[in-house]
């Protein structure tokens, strides 16, 4: 079975400053890696995903993250917040589309002016 | 609609009522999955259909809860006996399904708060 550790509940960061949300998974097979955010009072919306490749994938609103298989990582950053990128982060994982994707508790990131 | 739609948004039952939480997925998405996110925590895994066959429903936490895709389509969550601790927003996701896996699309969720 998989598993998520989303390792910080809360991160405060000042607006431009650039932001790390840590993300380790478990798995004991291949894995397929995903970031959500959640917006206040809206549904999870994609931020990027990683099924194989390049590990360092891009995705929207300049947010990125690197898969590290010998770190069992899929950390996500950004170099520079902005005010609207306060959220909810989850951090999810998956063995194939038609098994559920396994979720970490989030980590709420708040941009500070 | 182009999205995932839920309904009610909102919905407040007094403890031992049914209630009955609604969710149309993107048209021909034939995975649809439930989820029960708790203040405060990530979303856990309900139960999972490809197209009206319930191929998991390990997360269901008791057999108050039911879950029904009978036209492949539209979906029904259904939980008997409401208690407190089912408080929660109940989250309806669907994706076209194989592998590797496609984007899940989440509805906004239906909040159910039983007093």
């Known amino acids: 079975a998989q598993s998520v550790t989303q390792l910080d509940s809360q991160v405060p960061v000042f607006e431009e400053a650039p932001v790390e949300l840590r993300c380790n998974y478990s798995s004991s097979v291949s894995v397929y890696l995903f970031w959500y955010v959640q917006y206040p009072n809206q549904g999870l919306q994609l931020l990027l995903k990683y099924l194989s490749g390049s590990t360092l994938v891009k995705g929207i609103n300049g947010f990125e993250a690197e898969f590290n298989k010998s770190q069992t990582s899929f950390h996500l950053r950004k170099p520079s917040v902005h005010i609207s990128d306060t959220a909810e982060y989850f951090c999810?994982?998956?063995?194939?589309?038609?098994?559920?994707?396994?979720f970490g508790k989030g980590t709420r990131l708040s941009v500070i002016a | 609609g182009a999205g995932v739609s839920q309904s009610p948004r909102y919905k407040v039952a007094k403890r031992g009522q049914d209630v009955a939480l609604r969710c149309d997925p993107i048209?021909?998405?034939?995975?649809l999955f439930w989820y029960q996110q708790a203040l405060g925590q990530g979303p856990e895994f309900l139960t999972y259909?490809?197209?009206?066959?319930?191929?998991?429903k390990s997360g269901l936490p008791s057999d108050r809860f039911f879950a029904e895709r009978p036209e492949g389509s539209v979906s029904t969550l259904k939980i008997q006996r409401t208690q407190q601790e089912d408080s929660a927003v109940y989250l309806c996701?669907?994706?076209?399904?194989?592998?590797?896996?496609?984007?899940?699309?989440f509805g906004e969720g239906s909040r159910l708060t039983v007093l």
């Open positions: 259909f490809q197209n009206e066959a319930q191929l998991d």
């Open positions: 999810a994982v998956t063995r194939s589309g038609n098994t559920p994707l396994v």
């Open positions: 996701a669907s994706s076209p399904g194989g592998t590797p896996p496609g984007e899940l699309f």
């Open positions: 048209s021909g998405h034939v995975s």
